[in-house]
């Protein structure tokens, strides 16, 4: 069996490659889902590094970790005005009639805004520094393993499982937290943690019975969802009172971008609302003792 070192290494290189596939597709912008696709294996790269940084020395850990981030940074901006551009129609639908030509100046104003973003994106992966930097991030998940980590030599599997379940009881100890009054950005890092458990579910599954976490998966995704649906709203307002604070906007913009912002916050209100359910249902019992059945160490053995 492989080192724990060298199968992260394997698989991060492995998502970093497949990232770049989508580089050509954001460079001709053929679709806003290659940004999308392109931040997802970015993501899912970092994620692993983090959750697996004791299988890798300081010096490798910290290397992959600030230049990954740095890779994933430059979509950032132009990620959150994909989304706000994508609700386009559905936000039409929310605002009377007598609102809709400032909502429709507004989106003029995010294309404009949009194509600034993706002339900077392009420009940035269009350059000899952005190729050897990820040249210098394969060339270093490709080196051989140093094996000074503390898990570093150790087998994959029994990593995984005790990274499974210790991220599922996180989700449950922070979930217990949650209120009616919980702040916005503790939702967030909420959010994040479920996005942790996600990944690890879908990286590994290979090692797990398709029975046994497909279920889990599903239970997770309904959280998942309500907490990203929770967040793009928190976005996308944030985005209406940047615009509210631009030069020469218009006053049919502004009542619009009130209007607006005044519908989000009720649908904000409203998946705040589903947070709680959720996370009861999947912190309850049954879907604990699934969690504990398939990824504790006094579980049936490994799963080839």
């Given at each position: ?263 989000l916050n009720k649908k904000q209100h409203q998946e705040r609302g589903l947070v709680m359910g959720n996370l009861a249902k999947f912190s309850a019992r049954e879907v604990k003792e699934l969690f504990q059945q398939v990824f504790t160490e006094s579980s ?5």
């Amino acid at each position: 069996m492989e080192p724990a070192e060298l199968v992260v290494c394997k698989m991060a290189s492995d998502l970093l490659r497949t990232a770049r596939h989508y580089e050509p597709g954001i460079i001709e912008d053929v679709d806003p889902e290659f940004v999308h696709q392109y931040r997802v294996n970015l993501r899912k790269c970092r994620s692993l590094i983090r959750l697996f940084k004791k299988s890798l020395s300081s010096p490798r850990y910290q290397f992959l970790s600030t230049e990954l981030k740095l890779l994933a940074n430059r979509t950032n901006g132009l990620r959150d005005l994909d989304v706000f551009l994508a609700d386009e129609n559905s936000y039409r639908g929310l605002l009377a009639e007598n609102l809709r030509p400032g909502l429709r100046q507004i989106f003029q104003r995010t294309n404009r805004r949009r194509a600034t973003a993706l002339g900077k994106v392009i420009s940035a992966l269009s350059t000899e520094s952005y190729r050897r930097e990820v040249d210098r991030l394969l060339q270093n998940l490709e080196d051989p393993p140093e094996g000074i980590g503390k898990h570093s030599q150790g087998p994959i599997n029994p990593l995984v499982r005790k990274k499974i379940h210790r991220q599922y009881q996180q989700i449950c100890f922070d979930g217990n937290a949650i209120d009616a009054e919980t702040p916005g950005d503790k939702l967030h890092e909420l959010r994040i943690e479920c996005k942790k458990l996600r990944y690890l579910l879908e990286l590994f599954s290979a090692l797990f019975a398709k029975n046994e976490i497909k279920p889990l998966i599903q239970q997770l995704k309904i959280l998942q969802d309500n907490l990203g649906r929770f967040n793009d709203f928190s976005v996308q307002l944030e985005l209406l009172t940047g615009f509210k604070r631009s030069r020469n906007i218009s006053a049919e913009q502004l009542a619009s971008i009130d209007g607006l912002t005044a519908e989000l916050n009720k649908k904000q209100h409203q998946e705040r609302g589903l947070v709680m359910g959720n996370l009861a249902k999947f912190s309850a019992r049954e879907v604990k003792e699934l969690f504990q059945q398939v990824f504790t160490e006094s579980s049936r053995g490994e799963t080839p």
